[in-house]
Every structure is written in structure tokens, then in C-alpha cells.
């Protein structure tokens, strides 16, 4: 139990287009869902979190303009990189949780975005 | 604003050997603390989570401990493998936020 899908696994792009990664709970219902961005040999880093019908929430730092998401079911996340460049090039993982507040998250595979 | 450090950061062991892998934190007020393994280009694989309320978890060759007092956690591998190679992270999920923080993981490889 408690698999999440991400997909695409990976995705090539030209700079200036804008790419969508999906992030689906498979088999529970995710009310909250988190989005992290990994750089070469870096640590995992939380982008901004969303619960399901709410706006998502943003860390520090990072432009909500540029890194859409979209929360609209219990299992689906969507995080669009709008105008994409090449310094957004990372690995992202979507992590999804049944439970509004504290409890154990459960990863998706990651998505290697290369952005040319 | 918690701070999770590892140490090492990298790690090469022959075969066979028992290794520790530390992990430390700044803030006490803690949910719990897990600890991942990556492989290269890919997602992570949950390990071990231990609830504040805990001092340890077991799994097959895996011990994690957590002193919470102390801000320290660390993940003994018993028995290592070349198959036990990869990043291993450890994160914690802060009670006042529930977001997890990782560390910056400690590259293990185990030579045959």
C-alpha cells in the first residue's frame, strides 16, 4: 500500500516552453501533497506543500508564479514549471500524505526535468 | 529553523563490515524522524521511522536509533553489501509545521 506515480519520469524541454509533472496517490486518499526539488549530489528541498481544494503553500524562495500547482483531488498533484529555464533543470519528487498535519509521507519516483 | 547534518558525507567500506551512519538535529520538537535511501536517479525508499516517542526501530539489518534530548539519530548497517550502496538521507518532520527536513545524506559504498 501507499504507492505514489509520478509522471513523466523524465522530461526534456526547450528553454521557454512550460512542463507539467503529475503526482498521483495510488491507492490512499492524499489531503496534503508536498513538492521537492533535488540538485546533483544536494539534498532534497521543499518547494511548498498543497492540501487538497486550497491554495498551496510556498517556501521561502520560491516563485509561485513560475511553479504552478494544482491540488484539485485527493489524488492528483499537478506542479507546472511555466517558462522554463535552463537552471531549472533538478530531479522533483512529490510526496503525498493522508493526513492534513503531521504523519509519515509517502515518495513518488522523481521526475528529471532538462531544460535546454 | 531546524538544521539536519550527516555525517560522513561519503562512506567506502569493504564487504561484511557493521558501519554507523550519523545523523544530528538543532530543534528537539520533533514528529519523527525517518531515514531514506536513494539511489542514483532515483526516488526515495523509506527505511526506518521512528516516532519522538521512540528510541529505536529495527529492520532485518537495519537499527536506527533517536536521542531526542540530544538532537542525534543514527542508522547502524549490520553485515553491509554491495547492494546496501547508495545515498542514505535521514529527515524530520518538524511538530510545529509537519514538514520534513532532510539532511544532505551520506554516499555509502560497499566493495565486494
Known amino acids: 500500500g501507499a504507492v505514489v506515480s509520478q509522471h513523466p519520469s523524465r522530461v526534456i524541454c526547450k528553454s521557454g516552453t512550460s512542463v507539467k509533472i503529475e503526482c498521483r496517490s495510488l491507492d490512499f486518499q492524499a489531503t496534503t501533497m508536498f513538492w521537492y526539488r533535488q540538485f546533483p549530489k544536494q539534498s532534497l528541498m521543499l518547494m511548498a506543500t498543497s492540501n487538497e481544494g486550497s491554495k498551496a503553500t510556498y517556501e521561502q524562495g520560491v516563485e509561485k508564479d513560475k511553479f504552478l500547482i494544482n491540488h484539485a483531488s485527493l489524488t492528483l498533484s499537478t506542479l507546472t514549471v511555466t517558462s522554463a529555464h535552463p537552471e531549472d533543470s533538478s530531479f522533483y519528487i512529490c510526496?503525498?500524505?493522508?493526513?492534513?498535519?503531521?504523519?509519515?509521507?509517502?515518495f513518488g519516483p522523481g521526475t528529471r526535468l532538462t531544460v535546454l | 529553523k531546524q538544521e539536519v547534518t550527516q555525517i560522513p558525507a561519503a562512506l567506502s567500506v569493504p564487504e561484511g563490515e557493521n558501519l554507523v551512519l550519523n545523523c544530528s538535529f538543532t530543534?528537539?520538537?520533533?514528529?519523527?524522524l525517518q531515514w531514506f535511501r536513494q539511489d542514483p536517479g532515483k526516488g526515495l525508499t523509506s527505511l526506518l521511522l521512528?516516532?519522538?516517542?521512540?528510541r529505536e526501530q529495527t529492520s532485518g539489518r537495519l537499527n536506527a536509533s533517536l536521542d531526542k534530548s540530544s538532537g542525534r539519530s543514527t542508522l547502524y548497517i549490520a553485515a553491509s553489501q554491495p547492494g546496501d550502496s547508495a545515498t542514505y538521507l535521514c529527515a524530520v518532520e518538524s511538530s510545529n509545521t509537519g514538514k520534513l527536513i532532510f539532511g544532505q545524506g551520506t554516499t555509502l559504498q560497499v566493495k565486494p
Open positions: 521512528i516516532q519522538s516517542s521512540q
Open positions: 510526496s503525498a500524505s493522508a493526513r492534513l498535519a503531521l504523519g509519515p509521507q509517502y
Open positions: 530543534d528537539s520538537a520533533i514528529y519523527n
